[in-house]
């Protein structure tokens, strides 16, 4: 198992941007695959973005793809999300999700580890 916890939300103004951090603990962190989910009030929990264990690849949604950047650093067991240009809806909470090996798709079933969550409010 894999213990997930998020921070570095925050409010911020439309066109700034904010980095959060995902840091894991009780298991091999280079073995998962990793991916940011995220949910508003009302809506269903949306796919953002994930990175392949081993390969490294990334996956981006349409919504995000060219303002936000994955990325990972196995020495410290942690993986960011880099988020710039932000927009008054990318605001949400926002989830660290985890899967034991492969990404096999960007369905929240398929990842069965989460972290709590960080609120992300984009207003002016």
């Known amino acids: 198992q894999v213990q997930l916890v998020e921070s570095g939300g925050g409010l911020v103004e439309p066109g700034g941007s904010l980095r959060l951090s995902c840091a894991t603990s009780?298991?091999?962190?280079?073995?998962?695959?990793m991916a940011w989910f995220r949910q508003a009030p009302g809506k269903d929990r949306e796919f953002v973005v994930a990175i392949g264990a081993t390969t490294g690849f990334t996956y981006y949604a349409d919504s995000v793809k060219g303002r936000f950047t994955i990325s990972r650093d196995n020495a410290k067991n942690t993986v960011y999300l880099q988020m710039n240009s932000l927009k008054p809806e990318d605001t949400a909470v926002y989830y660290c999700a985890a899967r034991e090996g492969p990404y096999s798709g960007r369905h929240y079933s398929r990842f069965g580890y989460w972290g709590q969550g960080t609120q992300v409010t984009v207003s002016s």
């Open positions: 009780g298991s091999t962190f280079s073995r998962y695959s």
